[in-house]
């Protein structure tokens, strides 16, 4: 029930834009978005649940496809900041609310 | 506001012997979870507390591990006796009120295990 994400790993010139991908196996109920820097705790982005409007967060924002059983990641004009490995948590009611984390994108952005 | 407190920051000890991890999460949140992190991969739930109550332990190694939550607010994980794939990062996380697929996650910095 692992989600899969893609590309595993993306390398940015600061300002350009990248897309994250996370899906799933099985109809999805949520799907959450955290950033971890290295050495670091995840820190979380954005929750997006079934039927909801996309959300942001500064310039990265994320789209929930019902259909694909798969959300997106979108990080816009990247800055230096946005380098860290993102990871999505796919939850299913069906699955007593557990939140399943994929295997993470790496994302390196540079001046 | 105080996040999720993890202690120790490093761990290294040789196979087959024992270590403990200790937690503390955000005041107030009642749901704590242990979480798995392999060098390179995403974070896997070993165990999951609603107050000190186990709401899910279905990944935990129970021969070796065991964890445990005295009066909801503290936990401790140990692993006994430890094994060359323990070594990871352990993570503890937690939220308000039970993870409701809704709400998030607020993670410590981990105690990175290295087993010789």
């Known amino acids: 029930q692992q989600p899969v994400q893609s590309p595993q790993a993306v390398i940015l010139r600061e300002g350009e834009d990248a897309v994250i991908n996370c899906s799933s196996s099985?109809?999805?109920?949520?799907v959450h978005w955290y950033r971890q820097k290295h050495g670091e705790a995840p820190v979380f982005l954005m929750i997006?649940?079934?039927?909801?409007e996309q959300k942001g967060h500064e310039k990265i924002s994320a789209s929930f496809n019902e259909k694909k059983q798969q959300s997106s990641l979108y990080l816009t004009a990247s800055q230096l900041s946005y380098s860290g490995t993102y990871f999505c948590g796919t939850g299913f009611k069906a699955a007593g609310n557990k939140l399943t984390f994929g295997g993470g994108t790496r994302v390196l952005v540079k001046p | 506001e105080a996040g999720v407190a993890q202690s120790p920051r490093y761990k290294i000890i040789e196979k087959r012997q024992s270590v403990a991890f200790w937690c503390n999460p955000i005041s107030g949140h009642a749901t704590l979870y242990w979480y798995q992190q392999i060098l390179g991969q995403g974070p896997k739930l070993l165990i999951q507390f609603q107050n000190n109550g186990v709401v899910d332990d279905s990944q935990l190694p129970k021969d070796r591990f065991s964890a445990e939550r005295l009066k909801g607010v503290d936990s401790t994980l140990k692993i006994q006796p430890a094994k060359l794939e323990d070594s990871a990062v352990y993570l503890c996380a937690s939220s308000l009120v039970f993870q409701g697929l809704n709400e998030k996650l607020f993670f410590g910095s981990g105690t990175q295990l290295s087993v010789l």
């Open positions: 997006l649940l079934k039927g909801g």
């Open positions: 099985k109809a999805l109920y949520s």
